[in-house]
């Protein structure tokens, strides 16, 4: 038995998690599946079909990096003349402040910002007016599918004010989300359209918005850890993610699987995907140190840590020069320096019981 499957049998044994996929390595990585597809479940597929949430940012990123090297964008153009609900944004005074305690934005967002979550519109930790904003219009964050459409989000993230100026803040998350429906309006294509469909011919074809009602019984169930464990939130072979989403979500995000997200890691890497130019500033911190402050993200984030465009970035400790990030349903990848890359892919929500596993899988590489 291999260390990664020995890791990952380990997590399942523990009742971490039911099962998961996990490749590891260059050009022919090792590709380890364990467990279920459910808890008392059929065996998890090496081909299984996951829920990769936020490790989509990086499939955005290169999205856009390619509409820029096409001449299509501007990394520091005005995102204002394809999402004019986005004009005139005011700032809160503080981020704390009443919502109606405002102030002009001193600049526009720009398509930087936007790769770099620092458009003044992001997830808000700090109990406050803003908050409470967020979850009540429907546009906080969290682990759940798409509730809205991806003009009805904008719409509605368009009447909260932003919680610094563009350029001065970094709030994780909901950039991206605004990026995928510039991108959108742009090409008339979503970002699977954009970056997988030029792939095939890599083997790239199980990653997109949706799962094909032929293939979904690839796709694991999803769990969140509560008290008496292990809760189901969506089922295998169902839910949101099999068929074509209700409405648009090009501000959603994608599924795929342990050897596309692999494959696309090393394209990416080898600079195949973006110029070396646009490759390197993706993988180097791009967060001024004026936006790395406490409230911005969870407690030591900063340290030792940047963000580049879509990826978080270590830029000391161990392993600098790595670059990678992790996905809401205990996903995550990594790219390090070498050029190695590791892909793990869970169905379990992250929080205190996954860190331990990503921690051990991270040290693998």
Known sequence: MSELQSLLERYVANGTIPGAVAALGRDDPEIVAVGSLAVGGPPMPADAIMRIQSMTKVVTAVAALQLVEQGELDLDESIVPWLPELADRRVLTTPTAPLGDTR???????V??????????????????????????????GTDPPAIGADEWLARL?????VGDPGDCWRYHHSFGVLGILLARLT?????DLIFAGLNDHGLWDTHYFVR???RRRLPAAYRHGPDGLEQVEPAAGGFYVGPP???????????????????A???????????????????DQVPARCKTDDSFF????????????????????RPGRYGWSGGLGTDFFVDPDGTVGVLLTQVEMGAELFPLIAEFAELG
Do not use: K
């Open 112 to 141: 930087r910002h936007l790769l770099t979550n620092t458009s003044g519109y992001g997830m808000i930790f700090q109990p406050s007016p803003l908050q409470e904003a967020m979850a009540a219009n429907g546009t906080a964050a």
């Open 299 to 318: 407690p030591g984030f900063w340290a030792g840590m940047g963000w580049g465009f879509g990826v978080c970035v270590r830029t000391g400790g161990a």
């Open 104 to 110: 002009p934005a001193v600049r526009e967002i720009t």
């Open 266 to 284: 090393r394209l990416l890497a080898a600079g195949e995907l973006t110029s070396l130019h646009h490759l390197g500033l993706l993988r180097r």
């Open 213 to 215: 009602p032929s293939q």
């Open 188 to 192: 008339g294509q979503r970002i699977q």
């Open 246 to 264: 209700p409405f648009d979500i090009g501000h959603g995000e994608l599924v795929s699987t342990a050897a596309d997200f692999h494959r696309f």
């Open 158 to 162: 368009a009447e909260l004010p932003l």
